[in-house]
């Protein structure tokens, strides 16, 4: 088994999530995980490394039938080398499917709460924002049907992330398919961030909403990258997968000086990962299973105040502390009193100052550090 438990000292590394605040304080905020990648990772950039020039990089043909074989294999999905479009990263390829695809006043809907970048997105293009908020349930995270089907039929195009950042939602078969059935009946796009499908809990496996069916496959820009998984998000690689070629050439056209070409290391760290790290892959998965029950007891024991669904996959919890009343937020509140910096729940809609975002991607001790914090933060309540 993989070792997960070593606390790595990550200050004076240019880490952003253990910089952002003094070293006093503990950071459980950014979706980035406090463990080392896979050896298999660091050994083919240590291989990469002996040759000396490193200029700018291109997909090799490996790369490119590793992921379609990978497609294949975990999904049942038919693509070809010619469908995959390299990027920097998941966050420039929903920006440019959304300037190339959409004009100024067309409206797109997002499922908030939603990761900020995802809820930035049509701003930066003169679009308008529909939200249609997920609901919590006895069952999980569920649609309010009729505030989605009127949303979206407001919309030209859907702005989706499954798994769903920050609940941890994993859609199921039945709601990708009724999804996509909406999206054809009114003609709207669909740009699918899934950049977590790989780090799903419980023994779920990922659907790719783009093979419910033809049409989806044909409506479909699908945004994937082992960066969230392998935790290698400092090496700036992605890829978005678009079988439509009309739809993948305006794609493209549209990186407008703005998206270059992707990180070489980060070009040869994600065929390792896909590759031969699928062991690693699977140990982590029960590690951030074992921590996500244990986060679960711990709030049920401990902090009967906070509500939290258990996450379905993702290594962040979506935490309720609404009851508490806390002031003058959630975020700042455990902030302040106990020195743990979470996410905040407005960056992901401004019915949320009450919520935080935790991540318990990181070694027991940290994640039992920052329970501990919080309680110290409650006992001023």
Not at 78 to 92: H, N
């Amino acid at each position: 088994m993989t070792d997960f438990d070593t606390v790595l000292n990550r200050h004076g590394t240019g880490s952003s999530k253990w910089s952002r605040y003094p070293d006093n304080v503990l950071p459980m905020w950014v979706a980035d995980m406090d463990f080392p990648a896979a050896p298999e990772i660091i050994a083919a950039l240590n291989e990469r490394l002996q040759h000396p020039v490193l200029g700018y990089g291109i997909a090799r043909t490996e790369l490119r039938d590793q992921i379609v074989a990978d497609m294949a294999e975990k999904y049942g999905w038919a693509i070809t080398r010619e469908d995959i479009v390299f990027l920097p990263g998941v966050e420039p390829g929903f920006n440019m499917a959304l300037k190339a695809m959409l004009a100024p006043g067309d409206s797109v809907t997002v499922q908030t709460p939603m990761y900020r970048p995802i809820l930035n997105a049509p701003g930066h293009w003169g679009l308008v924002r529909q939200d249609a908020a997920l609901m919590p349930s006895s069952s999980g995270w569920v649609m309010d049907e009729a505030s989605f089907g009127e949303k979206l039929a407001l919309s030209k195009a859907l702005l989706f992330c499954n798994p769903h950042n920050p609940t941890g939602k994993v859609f199921t078969q039945a709601e990708l398919e009724h999804i996509a059935s909406l999206c054809q009946s009114r003609d709207a796009l669909i740009i699918s961030d899934e950049i977590h499908c790989d780090l799903l809990l419980d023994g779920r496996q990922h659907i790719p909403i783009a093979t419910t069916s033809a049409d989806a496959a044909d409506r479909t820009i699908t945004l994937m990258a082992a960066s969230k998984t392998y935790n290698i998000a400092g090496l700036k690689t992605a890829f978005a997968i678009i079988q439509n070629p009309d739809i993948r050439e305006r794609f493209a056209a549209s990186r407008l000086g703005m998206v270059d070409s992707v990180n070489i290391l980060g070009l040869e760290a994600t065929l390792a990962a896909f590759r031969s790290a699928g062991a690693w892959k699977t140990d982590l998965l029960a590690y951030l299973q074992s921590n996500r029950d244990f986060l679960m007891g711990e709030l049920a024991n401990r902090f009967p105040g906070i509500r939290c669904i258990a996450p379905e996959g993702t290594f962040l919890a979506w935490l309720d502390c609404s009851d508490l009343k806390l002031a003058p937020n959630a975020q700042s509140f455990f902030l302040d009193h106990g020195k743990v910096a979470f996410s905040a729940g407005s960056e992901f809609g401004t019915a949320y100052d009450q919520y935080v975002r935790l991540n318990f991607g990181c070694p027991r001790a940290i994640l039992e550090e920052g329970l501990h914090r919080m309680a110290t933060a409650l006992s001023h309540v």
